[in-house]
């Protein structure tokens, strides 16, 4: 390899270092190309993440507060049923009565990784380097997909953190 090829290699991984570490974690919102509502925003997608795998967004979480959650979710969809004294019951559906209670399109778990600043994220919620997300949307789903402001800050005020960017861990 000469000395050229080289050089240019070394600027290319460096360019790559420099906007791996300008990549931000923080949440913003732009108005919806797809709508003609101006009050419908829809989330920034971050740059492609270098390991190629998927971004998600949603909220660290532990299953407990989820289950928690699921509860008040049934009780607002069927204020006259009695909630099953099944604690499998509740584990199993959780994620579908947040998605009816809050309206979400999308509503469902994973693991991920950091990307940025952990300062936000319980530490009940880290296991081995991973978080279990509450995913609220990916970067692969279409944009009719996103959660609303609203629907992300009622979340927010529940769990007292905010919503985050993650790199998805796969499952092998």
């Not at 936000?120 to 279409?142: F, K, M």
């Amino acid at each position: 390899m000469s000395s050229t090829e080289n050089q240019l290699r070394e600027r290319s991984l460096r360019r790559l270092q420099i906007s791996e570490s300008q990549k931000s974690t923080e949440v913003q919102w732009m108005p919806s190309r797809y709508s003609s509502d101006v009050s419908q925003y829809v989330l920034v997608r971050p740059p492609r993440a270098p390991c190629g795998n998927r971004q998600l967004f949603g909220f660290p979480i532990i299953k407990k507060e989820l289950w928690n959650m699921g509860t008040i979710a049934f009780h607002h969809i069927q204020p006259d049923k009695t909630l099953p004294d099944n604690h499998s019951f509740l584990a199993m559906n959780s994620l579908t009565f947040l998605e009816l209670y809050l309206r979400l399109r999308v509503c469902t778990m994973a693991r991920g990784k950091v990307v940025g600043d952990s300062k936000t994220i319980p530490s009940e919620c880290v296991s081995s380097g991973e978080v279990l997300v509450l995913v609220l949307w990916r970067d692969t789903e279409p944009e009719a997909n996103c959660p609303t402001p609203s629907q992300v800050h009622s979340l927010e005020n529940k769990l007292g953190r905010p919503p985050g960017w993650w790199v998805e861990v796969p499952q092998f």
